[in-house]
């Protein structure tokens, strides 16, 4: 069944650098998504020899070795029975060639996955990619019959078994399953053979090799945005749930499907699969996960069962763009860096009234795709030198955009930057002086010992520098005021938005935070 064939895949260039990852994703882009035949995706010298890895479908893969060009004999490398899509060379000549033995890419056509997917059949029929090659500007564009057009919109395109034409395959029309999972007829016929079963790959670059260049340079995009980096020290037991549920994307999907947290592998950023299911289970053409806007209160704590605290109905970006429980009582550290989706609503920070806000700002209630219309920005294709900007790097790129909704922005815009930058210096300044003047003994020996760092967390945030504030048992001589005003002033510091967010609640908080500093002056 496993018809192998060989083909030369590469030639060797030595590399130092160390593998950076055990579990291999797909590493490389092509059109059509998931290779179809194995493509050598690196070469690199390692302590007991030269380490080749390469892509492909699921299946057995046999490595071969020519030492060098004037002696040109292929010999096998280890077995014939490699599924791990890497194999070590002892010893590895600088000159030497390599070339990959593979499953033959057999293509099956989604009709054939319905006997036992049928619920993700059900839903993914639905989806634009299951009308890529009969959508209509499709066919007035021409692209059925040409073939610069077939790889992103047809099945294995250009590949033995894969799509021909309409007559010949009808089957392998527009994008299915085997584009992301590659070819799976063997699967199909054998289910139960382990070797073969499909990869569910959810890496970027699956997406990439057809969601690219300048007409749709989403590929591109996001590979620049902070979502492709990945903070460090994911994988450590301590922080995999915790951290990884915002910070990881395999971490993230693990938990949504109630699978094994996968251990060494968290360093995967929010990739395209992780807002948007490609099979998608919900009614919306952008297939997303979660809504684009939503207006309950929500936050996502960093312990806990991730599902029971999880809820599908709050916008895509709040998911993890939330408090996720910072509260003033916490005197260790500042808040986290997220609180922009509590601050649209106005559910984060602390009022004189005491009570859990909900003051959400005009631009929570009036801009149809919250968000997504501020940092998803898109502008239409000019040239290749112009490409178009599908708004997938999340940056807002000028207040120019302000324009959009606002006839007269330039004293919305002093307002909300201007005034809030210099209302979080003010705060900042006089939190400093009431350290430096406060009349209270306990502060004041505090004040001896840590200057101005006296108000601070015990591990200051960011507008301090200069070591350690006081210890868990020195915050308790800070004035609940005190913790409160430090707690709106990095609120509204870490949301980053300085003010846009939700402009009049900003100023709202950072007043607040005035007004107890200078009750806590006045004896
Ligand atoms: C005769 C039944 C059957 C058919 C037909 C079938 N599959 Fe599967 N598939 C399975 C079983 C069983 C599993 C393993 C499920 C498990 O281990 O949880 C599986 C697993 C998978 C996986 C998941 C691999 C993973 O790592 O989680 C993918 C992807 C997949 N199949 C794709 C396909 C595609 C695409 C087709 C059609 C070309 C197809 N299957 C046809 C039975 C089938
Ligand atoms: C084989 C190429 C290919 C691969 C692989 C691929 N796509 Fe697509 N995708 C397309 C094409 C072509 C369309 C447009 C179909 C149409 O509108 O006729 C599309 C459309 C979409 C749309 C709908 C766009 C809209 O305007 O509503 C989304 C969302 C999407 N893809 C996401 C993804 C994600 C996420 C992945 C990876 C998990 C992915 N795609 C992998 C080719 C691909
Ligand atoms: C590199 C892969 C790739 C190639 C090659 C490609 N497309 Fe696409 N095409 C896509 C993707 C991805 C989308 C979905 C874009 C999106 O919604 O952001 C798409 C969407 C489209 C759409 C739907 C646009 C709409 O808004 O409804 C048409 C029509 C289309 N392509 C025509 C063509 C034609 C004609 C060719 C050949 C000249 C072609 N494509 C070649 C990947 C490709
Ligand atoms: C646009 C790319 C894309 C298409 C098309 C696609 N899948 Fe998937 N599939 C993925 C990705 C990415 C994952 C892993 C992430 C996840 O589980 O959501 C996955 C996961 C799976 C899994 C394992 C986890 C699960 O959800 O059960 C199975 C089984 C599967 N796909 C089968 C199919 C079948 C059958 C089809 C066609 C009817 C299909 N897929 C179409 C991208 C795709
Ligand atoms: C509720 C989701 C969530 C949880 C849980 C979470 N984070 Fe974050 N974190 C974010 C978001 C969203 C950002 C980006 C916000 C921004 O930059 O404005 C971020 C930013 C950061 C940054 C700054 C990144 C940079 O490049 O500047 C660091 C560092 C960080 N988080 C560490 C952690 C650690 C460590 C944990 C676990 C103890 C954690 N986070 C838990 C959502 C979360
Ligand atoms: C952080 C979440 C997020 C990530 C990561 C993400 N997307 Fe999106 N994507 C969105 C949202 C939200 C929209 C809807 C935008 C809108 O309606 O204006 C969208 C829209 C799209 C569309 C439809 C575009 C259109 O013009 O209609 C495509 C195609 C798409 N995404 C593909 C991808 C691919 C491919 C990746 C990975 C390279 C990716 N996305 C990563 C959130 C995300
Ligand atoms: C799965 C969690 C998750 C989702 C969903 C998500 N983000 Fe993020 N976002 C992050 C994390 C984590 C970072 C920080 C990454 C880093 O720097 O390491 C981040 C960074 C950012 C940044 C850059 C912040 C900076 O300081 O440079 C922006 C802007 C952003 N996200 C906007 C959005 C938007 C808009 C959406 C919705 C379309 C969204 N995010 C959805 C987790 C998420
Ligand atoms: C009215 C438009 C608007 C809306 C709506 C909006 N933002 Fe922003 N956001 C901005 C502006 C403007 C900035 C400041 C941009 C800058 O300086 O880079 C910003 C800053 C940010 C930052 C910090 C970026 C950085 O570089 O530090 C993040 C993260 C962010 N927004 C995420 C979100 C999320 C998540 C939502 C929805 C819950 C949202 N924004 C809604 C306009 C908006
Ligand atoms: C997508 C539309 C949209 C964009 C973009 C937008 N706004 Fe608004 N904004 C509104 C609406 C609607 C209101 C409420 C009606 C009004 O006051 O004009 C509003 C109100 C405001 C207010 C009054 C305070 C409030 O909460 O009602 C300020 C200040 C403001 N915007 C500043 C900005 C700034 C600065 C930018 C650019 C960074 C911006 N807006 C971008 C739609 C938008």
Redesign the pocket.
């Known amino acids: 069944m496993n018809s192998t064939k060989l083909f030369l895949a590469g030639a060797l260039a030595i590399s130092l650098c160390a593998r950076a990852q055990d579990v291999q994703h797909l590493s490389i882009t092509q059109p059509g ?1 998931m290779p179809g035949w194995p493509v050598i995706t690196g070469i690199s010298r390692g302590t007991n020899g030269v380490n080749v890895t390469w892509d492909g479908p699921a299946g057995y893969y046999e490595l071969f070795e020519a030492r060098s060009l004037h002696n040109p004999a292929w010999v096998a490398v280890g077995k014939d029975t490699n599924l791990n899509r890497i194999a070590t060379v002892p010893g590895g000549t600088s000159n030497a060639f390599f070339k990959i033995s593979g499953p033959a890419p057999i293509y099956a056509g ?1 009709e054939a ?1 319905a006997q036992c ?1 049928s619920p ?2 059900n839903t ?1 029929v639905n989806t634009r ?1 299951a009308a890529a090659f009969t959508n209509a500007l499709f066919v007035t564009d021409g692209g059925q019959t040409n073939t610069a057009c077939l790889a992103c919109h047809t099945l294995g395109f250009d590949l033995p078994t894969g799509f021909v034409n309409q007559t010949k395959t009808p089957h392998l029309t527009s ?3 085997e ?3 590659g070819p799976a007829a063997s699967h199909a016929a054998n289910p139960d053979d382990p070797a073969v079963r499909p990869r ?3 890496a970027a670059t ?2 990439g090799g057809c969601h690219t260049d300048p007409r749709h340079p989403i590929f591109e995009e996001w590979t620049a945005s902070s979502h492709a980096q990945v903070i460090g020290g994911l994988n450590a037991t301590n922080q995999i749930d915790s951290c990884g549920r915002c910070h990881s994307g395999s971490v993230r ?1 693990s938990l949504l ?1 109630t699978n094994a947290l996968p251990m060494g592998d968290a360093q995967i950023g929010i990739v395209c ?1 992780t807002c948007h ?3 998608q289970t919900n009614a919306n053409p952008a297939q997303l996960r979660n809504p684009i806007a939503s207006t309950n209160d929500y936050f996502m704590p960093p312990n806990g069962s991730f599902l029971s605290q999880y809820n599908p109905k709050i916008n895509v970006c709040g998911q993890c763009h939330n408090h996720a429980g910072a509260s003033w009582t916490n005197n260790a550290c500042a808040p986290h860096h997220s609180p922009q989706y509590n601050m649209l609503l106005g559910t984060i920070g602390e009022l004189a009234s005491g009570a859990a806000p909900y003051q959400p700002g005009s631009h929570a209630l009036l801009i149809t795709n919250q968000c997504v219309d501020c940092h998803m920005q898109t502008t239409p294709f000019v040239s290749s030198t112009q490409p178009a900007n599908k708004g997938h790097n999340f940056e807002v790129y000028q207040y120019g955009l302000c324009v959009n909704c606002h006839d007269t922005p330039g004293p919305l815009v002093t307002f909300v930057t201007g005034d809030v930058s210099n209302q979080i210096q003010q705060v900042k300044s006089d939190l400093d002086y009431w350290a430096a003047h406060s009349t209270n003994t306990a502060v004041q020996i505090l004040f001896a010992k840590y200057g101005n760092l006296a108000w601070e967390y015990t591990t200051p945030g960011e507008l301090s520098s200069g070591g350690k504030g006081p210890n868990a048992t020195e915050q308790t001589e800070i004035p609940e005021n005190i913790q409160k005003a430090r707690f709106n002033l990095y609120v509204v510091l870490q949301d980053g938005s300085f003010g846009v967010h939700n402009p009049l609640y900003t100023i709202t908080l950072l007043q607040t935070a005035e007004d107890w500093i200078e009750e806590e002056l006045e004896p």
Do not use: K, Y
């Open positions: 998504g989604s996955c997917h993700i059949l993914e990619h994008v299915q399953c584009n992301c999972h569910a790959e959810i699956l997406c999907l499907e699969a299911d490609p099979h």
